[in-house]
């Protein structure tokens, strides 16, 4: 996630966004369930494609890769308006059927395409 796109995120998202960085040496964020989905739904107002996503976890108190992730790749002929409202939807949907991890609830962080692909 650019920090550019973070930036234009509403408040509430911006605080709720957990850094990977320090704990995962990944320079991007991860949101909870609900807070991703909200994410992917701001993102629609600015075509701006989900290209995918990686699955984190709290294991002993540390955020930890699952190792599950979704992708969507732009199909040929889509316009980029089509790619960007279908890969949204992809995202949403894994998001939503991802099942918790036992009493452990997933974090998500989301892999962006640019606004004007």
Same mark, same amino acid.
């Given at each position: 996630?650019?920090?550019?796109?973070?930036?234009?995120?509403?408040?509430? *998202?911006? %605080? #709720?966004? &957990?850094?990977?960085?320090?704990?995962?040496?990944?320079?991007?964020?991860?949101?909870?369930?609900? @807070?991703?989905?909200?994410?992917?739904?701001?993102?629609?107002? *600015?075509? %701006? #494609?989900? &290209?995918?996503?990686?699955?984190?976890?709290?294991?002993?108190?540390?955020?930890?890769?699952?190792? @599950?992730?979704?992708?969507?790749?732009?199909?040929?002929?889509?316009?980029?308006?089509?790619?960007?409202?279908?890969?949204?939807?992809?995202?949403?949907?894994?998001?939503?059927?991802y099942a918790n991890l036992g009493n452990v609830n997933p974090w998500f962080a989301l892999v962006l395409g640019s606004e004007s692909a």
């Open positions: 996630m650019t920090s550019q796109v973070l930036e234009v995120l509403p408040q509430p *998202l911006q %605080i #709720s966004a &957990l850094p990977l960085y320090q704990q995962c040496g990944v320079n991007n964020v991860a949101w909870s369930r609900n @807070d991703a989905m909200a994410v992917i739904r701001y993102l629609r107002t *600015l075509e %701006i #494609s989900v &290209l995918g996503g990686d699955v984190y976890q709290f294991d002993k108190g540390l955020l930890t890769l699952t190792f @599950d992730n979704w992708s969507c790749e732009k199909h040929p002929h889509e316009s980029h308006e089509e790619y960007a409202d279908r890969s949204q939807d992809v995202g949403l949907k894994y998001i939503e059927s």
